[in-house]
T-cell receptor
Framework: GESVGLHLPTLSVQEGDNSIINCAYS??????FIWYKQESGKGPQFIID?????DKRQGQRVTVLLNKTVKHLSLQIAATQPGDSAVYFC???????????FGTGTRLQVFP | DTEVTQTPKHLVMGMTNKKSLKCEQH?????MYWYKQKAKKPPELMFV???????INESVPSRFSPECPNSSLLNLHLHALQPEDSALYLC?????????????FGEGSWLTVV
């Protein structure tokens, strides 16, 4: 079946360090990927997206890397801050469909 | 502005009640979605509306009935729910159906069935 999975359920980092959250996907037909941040009691918040014709995309303090060869997606957060503490979901969407499939999520904990 | 507004924020209902969740967006988006999220789990797709027509129903029980009165509004009518239906219900929207546009989520409606 189709699945989008994450390697680590919880990631703990020290404030100021860089964070890397990983995600594996199994559907090679997927060509659009999104990272969401979900804080406690809130809805998922869009962080960054990437299409399959790209390997890397940068935003403000965040970078998404896509390795289609091994079907791997990662989110890098530079200079992690306490406000980055949340659950991060990767999501996969097949082009020309309206289905967004979420991974299981990684909880990021930032310590002072 | 990427705002999707959901009401109510919290809802407690009995198993014999009829209630509705409401969702509104004024971004001109033509695709709208309902997701269900249980605690510590990822959101799961329930329904998709494309151009005000139901395009995807992920085998959701009939006690959940979606409705799209116009391009800005999306409702989820609830009737005869079970305690296991208690969850966070998320509404989302995207610009054009089927084109891989970003999906934006609302803050959700917390539903408790007693």
């Amino acid at each position: 079946g189709e699945s989008v999975g994450l390697h680590l359920p919880t990631l703990s980092v020290q404030e100021g360090d860089n964070s890397i959250i990983n995600c594996a996907y199994s559907n090679s037909a997927s060509d659009y990927f999104i990272w969401y941040k979900q804080e406690s009691g809130k809805g998922p918040q869009f962080i960054i997206d990437i299409r399959s014709n790209m390997d890397k995309r940068q935003g403000q303090r965040v970078t998404v890397l896509l390795n289609k060869t091994v079907k791997h997606l990662s989110l890098q957060i530079a200079a992690t801050q306490p406000g980055d503490s949340a659950v991060y979901f990767c999501a996969e969407r097949r082009y020309n469909t309206d289905k967004l499939i979420f991974g299981t999520g990684t909880r990021l904990q930032v310590f002072p | 502005d990427t705002e999707v507004t959901q009401t109510p924020k919290h809802l407690v209902m009995g198993m014999t009640n009829k209630k509705s969740l409401k969702c509104e967006q004024h971004m001109g988006h033509r695709a709208m979605y309902w997701y269900k999220q249980k605690a510590k789990k990822p959101p799961e797709l329930m329904f998709v509306y494309s151009y005000e027509k139901l395009s995807i129903n992920e085998s959701v029980p009939s006690r959940f009935s979606p409705e799209c009165p116009n391009s800005s509004l999306l409702n989820l009518h609830l009737h005869a729910l079970q305690p296991e239906d208690s969850a966070l219900y998320l509404c989302a929207s995207s610009q054009d159906p089927g084109t891989g546009n970003t999906i934006y989520f609302g803050e959700g409606s917390w539903l408790t069935v007693v």
